[in-house]
C-alpha cells in the first residue's frame, strides 16, 4: 500500500472501547473539579516554580498561552504532512500555505523504525518552511504506540535524535517547535508515559535547546485514561524554561461536544498550554469524530489545531488533498481549508515573517492574460504573466467563467497551472485571480477560451504496460500498473484504461485517479505522474476487492491506443 500512516491506527482497538465510560467519568469529574484532574489548579502551583517562558527565547509559553518573540498570540492553523514517507513532495509546504495554513507539522523519522531523516533534510525543511511563512512544528514518529506496538520506538532515542540536530535547530526558536515524539504510548499501561515524558523533557533543556517543545498524549494520542490530564502539570513543571505545549489527538474517542470542550477548557483552566495536534473528521466504525465542537471550541478558546493530513494516508478518506493535489481537496480538506471555523476563516500568519497581518487590505495586481498550451481531450496548461502585491503574492487561482461567475479549478503557487477532468470538443473560458498571505484576492485577469480535443492519442500504440499483484487477503488485493512510453515524444497528461472480468473494484489508487463503470476502468494521472517522457515510465498503485478469482486485465490503452502488455 501506500501509506502515510503505517503505525497508527485511525480506529480504536476493541480494548479501548472498553474505557470509554472511564474517559466520559474523568471528563465529568475533570469539568468540576479541574483541579483534580490536572494535579492542581494554578493558584496550587509551588513558589519554586519556574515563570512561563522565563528563560525561552522566540515563540514561547506565557500564562498558558503560546506566544511569539515578541509577545504577539499565535493559534495555530494548518495540517500534518508526512515528509518522512514522501519526501520528494517538497511543493506540499508551499501549497498548503496558499490554501492559508500559518504552521505545519512535518513527519520525521529518527531512523528507529524508518529511514532517518539526517541534518541536511531537517535543515531544508525549516528552510521550506520560513520560505513559505510557516511555523514549523517538527516531530519524530518512530515513537508511536510505544508499549504496545513492538516496533515503536522510546522518548529517550527520540531526544538523542534531537540533541544530535542542535546546530541544525540553533537559532530557529522563533520558527521551529520540537515535538518530541508522535504518540509516545500505546494502550498498554498509558500510566508509564508520565516519567520518559518529564526525563525525555529535561534531557533536552539539560543538552541546551531553548525551543518550545511539544508532547503528546497516550492512547495512541487520544488520552481516553486521562493520563496526560492528571499528570500534566506535573510534567509542565519539570521543564526549567516553562517553554511546553501539551498535544492532544482528536479521533473516535472524541465523537461528543462534551468530550471535546470539557477536555479542552481544563486545561485552560488550569492555564496549561494545549493544543489539537491531529484530529480527524471522516466517521469510521468506532465512532464519528465531532470536527465541529473540536475547530469551534478551539477558535472560542484561541487554541491551536493542526489537521490530519495533507496526503499520501493509506486510507485516503483522511487525504485533505487527493494525490497531493491543492486542485482536488477531498470533502475534508474543503472542511478543514474553506469550511466554518476553518483554515481560511480563521488562520492568521506570524507576525515575524511580517507582512499578512491582519491589517494588510491591499489586493494583488490582477495576473496576466492567460494562454494556453498542451491542449488535450481532457485537460489544458494555462500561464499568465505575475501578478505584484505590497507584500507578496502566494498562490493563484483558476477560475473556469460561466454565466458572468467563476468556479476554481485549479490552483498553484507559480504562473502555470493544468486543468484536468475536461470534455472533449468542447469550448471553456478560464481567468486567473491572485492571492496574497493575508487572503486578499485580485480582479479576475482577462479571459482565455479553449476547445479541447475531439480525441488525443498515443501514435502507434508507442506504450507498454506491466500489471502485477502485489499481495491478496481475503475480499482484496493491492495491484501495480507500470506505465511506459515507448514512443520518441513525451506523453501527457494521459488517460489510461482497462477493464476488470471478474468483478474487482478499485478502492484507492495512488499516482492516478481511477473512475470505473461496472468493470471498465479509467485513469487520470496525478499532478507528479502526468508527462510520460520518452522511454520513461510511471507506476500506478492501488487497492480493490475482489472475488474468489482475480484475473489480470487483458488489455490496456492509452490514450485510446493499444498499448503491448507485459
Known sequence: MRPARRDTPRTLPARLL???????????????????????SPAARSAAAPSPGAQAAGLHISDGRLLEGNGNDFVMRGVNHAH????????????????????????????????????????????????????????????TGYGEDAAAGTLDHAADYWIGLKDVLAGQEDYVIVNIGNEPWGNTDPAGWTEPTTAAVKKLRAAGL??????????????????????????????????????????????????????????????LPILIGEFGGPADQYGDPDEDTMMATAEQLGLGYLAWSWSGNTDPVLDLALDFDPSRLSGWGERIFHGVNGIAQTSEEATVYGGGAPDDTEAPTAPGTPSATAVTDTSVT????????????????????????????????????????????????????????????????????????????????TCSVGYRVVGEWPGGFQGEIAVRNTGSAAVGPWTLAFAFADGQSITNMWGGTATQNAGAVSVAPASYTATIPAGGTVTLGFTARKGDTNTAPAAFTLDGASCVTT
Open 18 to 40: 472498553t474505557g470509554l465510560a472511564a474517559l466520559i467519568g474523568l471528563v465529568v469529574v475533570g469539568a468540576l473539579c479541574p483541579g483534580a484532574a490536572l494535579a492542581q
Open 84 to 143: 518522512t514517507w514522501y519526501p520528494g513532495e517538497t511543493q506540499s509546504l508551499a501549497d498548503v500555505k496558499a490554501l492559508g495554513a500559518n504552521s505545519v507539522r512535518v513527519v520525521l523519522s529518527d531512523g528507529h523504525r524508518w529511514s532517518e531523516n539526517g541534518p541536511a533534510d531537517v535543515a531544508a525543511v525549516i528552510e521550506q518552511c520560513k520560505a513559505n511563512r510557516l511555523i514549523c512544528v517538527l516531530e519524530v514518529h518512530d515513537t
Open 210 to 271: 531553548q525551543h518550545t517543545i511539544m508532547v503528546d498524549a497516550p492512547n495512541w494520542g487520544q488520552d481516553w485514561q486521562g493520563v496526560m490530564r492528571a499528570n500534566a502539570r506535573s510534567v509542565y513543571d519539570a521543564d526549567p524554561t516553562g517553554n511546553l505545549i501539551f498535544s492532544i489527538h482528536m479521533y473516535s474517542v472524541f465523537d461528543t461536544a462534551q468530550e471535546i470542550t470539557d477536555y479542552l477548557n481544563a486545561f485552560v483552566d488550569a492555564e
Open 382 to 461: 494555462l500561464g499568465w504573466a505575475a501578478a505584484t502585491d505590497d507584500t507578496a503574492v502566494t498562490g493563484y487561482d483558476v477560475v473556469l467563467v460561466g454565466d458572468g461567475a467563476g468556479t476554481t479549478v485549479a490552483s498553484s503557487t507559480t504562473t502555470t497551472a493544468t486543468v484536468t477532468g475536461l470534455t472533449a470538443a468542447t469550448t471553456y473560458t478560464f481567468a486567473v485571480h491572485a492571492r496574497d498571505a493575508a487572503g486578499n484576492r485580485s480582479a479576475r485577469s482577462a479571459t482565455v477560451e479553449v476547445t479541447t480535443d475531439e480525441g488525443g492519442g498515443t501514435p502507434d500504440g
